[in-house]
T-cell receptor, first 112, second 111 residues
Framework: DGGITQSPKYLFRKEGQNVTLSCEQN?????MYWYRQDPGQGLRLIYY???????QKGDIAEGYSVSREKKESFPLTVTSAQKNPTAFYLC???????????FGDGTRLSIL | SQQGEEDPQALSIQEGENATMNCSYK?????LQWYRQNSGRGLVHLIL?????REKHSGRLRVTLDTSKKSSSLLITASRAADTASYFC???????????FGTGTRLQVTL
């Protein structure tokens, strides 16, 4: 079944801890994206990658890091520098060239 | 930064009625897309309209785009309870295929 798989569905972070959110796709899309969604709000772009081994900061990259070692995978690390990490995190993938994006079902991150 | 602002923020209608949502944006675009989000889930792409198009249809969905006013509307005809969701517009300015999302309209369709 093709799609975007995000894990875990729920994640809890302790003070001073880094946590990593997983995003895997089997759609063969070149571009992948991470968004943050706060309650009742739209999506804000954290990082994006158009090709393996390359990624760029989005609008709210501070406190986050990513890697793109494989086309299928784009993990997001929420570092201890991110002081307000509680949010719903969405991963997406798409072809480059102004095409629609396909989304995973999100990871909800909370602070312990 | 939020490029799109949607209006209304929330809309409640009865099954069978039409629902109209509006989106305004600030800069020139390559295309505008509409997405749907059920509670606690990811977004699902509904329709894409390019900057040189004025109207597009897909099933019960009708989207219009007015680039002179920098606005778009999404019409859902003959609404069903299953249409209950949040709807977002997203603009593509052609920079690295990035999308900028609006704040969304929460649609409630009651029986």
């Amino acid at each position: 079944d093709g799609g975007i798989t995000q894990s875990p569905k729920y994640l809890f972070r302790k003070e001073g801890q880094n946590v990593t959110l997983s995003c895997e796709q089997n759609l063969n899309h070149d571009a992948m994206y991470w968004y943050r969604q706060d309650p009742g709000q739209g999506l804000r772009l954290i990082y994006y990658s158009q090709i393996v081994n390359d990624f760029q900061k989005g609008d709210i990259a501070e406190g986050y890091s990513v890697s793109r070692e494989k086309k299928e995978s784009f993990p997001l690390t929420v570092t201890s520098a991110q002081k307000n990490p509680t949010a719903f995190y969405l991963c997406a993938a798409g072809f480059t060239g102004s095409q629609p994006q396909h989304f995973g079902d999100g990871t909800r991150l909370s602070i312990l | 930064s939020q490029q799109g602002e949607e209006d209304p923020q929330a809309l409640s209608i009865q099954e069978g009625e039409n629902a109209t949502m509006n989106c305004s944006y600030k800069t020139s675009i390559n295309n505008l897309q509409w997405y749907r989000q059920n509670s606690g889930r990811g977004l699902v792409h509904l329709i894409l309209i390019r900057s040189n198009e004025r109207e597009k249809h897909s099933g019960r969905l009708r989207v219009t785009l007015d680039t002179s006013k920098k606005s778009s509307s999404l019409l859902i005809t003959a609404s069903r309870a299953a249409d209950t969701a949040s709807y977002f517009c997203a603009t593509d300015t052609g920079t690295a295929s990035k999308l900028t999302f609006g704040t969304g309209t929460r649609l409630q369709v009651t029986l």
